[in-house]
T-cell receptor, first 113, second 112 residues
Framework: DGGITQSPKYLFRKEGQNVTLSCEQNLNHDAMYWYRQDPGQGLRLIYYSQIVNDFQKGDIAEGYSVSREKKESFPLTVTSAQKNPTAFYLC????????????FGPGTRLTVL | GENVEQHPSTLSVQEGDSAVIKCTYSDSASNYFPWYKQELGKGPQLIIDIRSNVGEKKDQRIAVTLNKTAKHFSLHITETQPEDSAVYFCAAKDNYGQNFVFGPGTRLSVLP
């Protein structure tokens, strides 16, 4: 099956800890994205990557970091600097960045205790 | 930059009725407009999209219309079913922009 997988589905973290969310795709897409979704709100872009070893900040990058060492993988680290990390995190990918449709993974719900 | 507004924020319809959700955008350069359906606890799924060289697109019970002059596009769902209940998001993008701008979402409830 082709698609985007995110793990884990639920994640709990203590305050002050860093945590890494996984995103993998086997669609051979060049571009990958991370979004944050808060209850009753739309999607806000955290980071995006057009190609391997390259990524750019989105609208709300503070307190987050990413890497893109492989085409298939785009992990997101939520650092202790992120003041309000409890949210639903969505990973997406597209063939390229310009005008191409984005396909989303199932999401990871992060809760900070 | 682009700004996308979406109305209504919540919509309840009786099963079998039609539902319409409208989005407006601000950047006249936007030329690609997808609609996503998100069920509770899941990621958004693309249900239909339209490009600026087309005024309307249909896929079974779902249709999208685009009015470039007025800068708005709408999602139409006919013969609604309980499984259509979800949150629907619109988005807009242009050839030069980096990424999509999403609307805030519409929670659709189809009452049996």
């Amino acid at each position: 099956d082709g698609g985007i997988t995110q793990s884990p589905k639920y994640l709990f973290r203590k305050e002050g800890q860093n945590v890494t969310l996984s995103c993998e795709q086997n669609l051979n897409h060049d571009a990958m994205y991370w979004y944050r979704q808060d209850p009753g709100q739309g999607l806000r872009l955290i980071y995006y990557s057009q190609i391997v070893n390259d990524f750019q900040k989105g609208d709300i990058a503070e307190g987050y970091s990413v890497s893109r060492e492989k085409k298939e993988s785009f992990p997101l680290t939520v650092t202790s600097a992120q003041k309000n990390p409890t949210a639903f995190y969505l990973c997406a990918s597209s063939i390229g960045q310009r005008t191409d449709t984005q396909y989303f993974g199932p999401g990871t719900r992060l809760t900070v205790l | 930059g682009e700004n996308v507004e979406q109305h209504p924020s919540t919509l309840s319809v009786q099963e079998g009725d039609s539902a319409v959700i409208k989005c407006t955008y601000s950047d006249s350069a936007s030329n690609y407009f997808p609609w996503y359906k998100q069920e509770l606890g899941k990621g958004p799924q693309l249900i239909i999209d339209i490009r600026s060289n087309v005024g309307e697109k249909k896929d079974q019970r779902i249709a999208v219309t685009l009015n470039k002059t007025a800068k708005h596009f709408s999602l139409h769902i006919t013969e609604t079913q309980p499984e259509d209940s979800a949150v629907y998001f619109c988005a807009a993008k242009d050839n030069y922009g980096q990424n999509f701008v999403f609307g805030p979402g519409t929670r659709l409830s189809v009452l049996p």
